[in-house]
């Protein structure tokens, strides 16, 4: 079976600051992988996915992550913080046992410090 | 413009009452979901369906229902059965290449 794990439920930075939001993943096979970024009261935005090309995705909004199998880990990071950004975040896995479901994570609420 | 459609944005149910949160999309897409968000829990699957004329329960499906008459359309009914409805409902879908479109969500109240 499939699941992800995102290792904090909160993560605040300062403005101008690195991002990284940590998410682990299980899968018995290769794994499509997703970022999904929700603001206050609204719906899910896709904001960048792994279906087995590049290790390293880029995404919208200047975050990037990269798929590490030895370590499971599919980490989202960007280079520096913006005041937009704080938001809530998602790590999902697409369901292998029904390839049309996808599985998500608990989620990580992103804050910025001014 | 391509999109989802959740309405209404706010709703309150009395108790004992059913109501129906309305998702239409125009994006052609076959599969539709119903996801239920509460605080520090993510998302749970509700229901689907992949068809028109078919839907399958997903991992909290009790007292709810829906139905998939036409493409466009996924209404979602939550019914007296379900005793715990305060929560953010989202409807989404997807293409089945990878990622979700979501809609802008429903928040339905208990009062």
């Known amino acids: 079976a499939q699941s992800v794990t995102q290792l904090d439920s909160h993560v605040s930075v300062s403005e101008g600051t690195p991002v990284l939001l940590r998410c682990n993943y299980s899968s018995s096979y290769s794994p499509s992988l997703f970022w999904y970024v929700q603001h206050p009261n609204k719906g899910l935005q896709l904001l960048l996915k792994?279906?087995?090309?590049?290790?390293l995705v880029k995404g919208i909004n200047g975050f990037e992550a990269e798929f590490k199998k030895s370590e499971t880990s599919f980490h989202l990071t960007k280079p520096s913080a913006h005041m937009s950004d704080a938001a809530e975040y998602f790590c999902?896995?697409?369901?292998?046992?029904?390839?049309?479901?996808?599985?998500f994570g608990s989620g990580t609420r992103l804050s910025i410090r001014p | 413009d391509g999109g989802i459609t959740q309405s209404p944005k706010y709703l309150f149910r009395k108790e004992g009452q059913n109501v129906t949160l309305s998702c239409e999309q125009n994006l052609n897409h076959d599969a539709m979901y119903w996801y239920r968000q509460d605080p520090g829990q993510g998302l749970r699957l509700i229901y689907y369906s992949q068809i028109v004329n078919d839907f399958q329960k997903g991992d909290i499906a009790e007292g709810y229902s829906v139905s998939r008459e036409k493409k466009e359309s996924f209404p979602l009914t939550v019914t007296s059965a379900q005793k715990n409805p305060t929560a953010f409902y989202l409807c989404?879908?997807?293409?089945?290449?990878?990622?979700?479109?979501f809609g802008s969500g429903t928040r339905l109240t208990v009062v």
């Open positions: 999902v896995v697409r369901s292998y046992s029904s390839a049309s479901k996808i599985i």
């Open positions: 792994y279906t087995s090309a590049a290790t």
């Open positions: 989404a879908t997807g293409t089945g290449g990878g990622g979700y479109t």
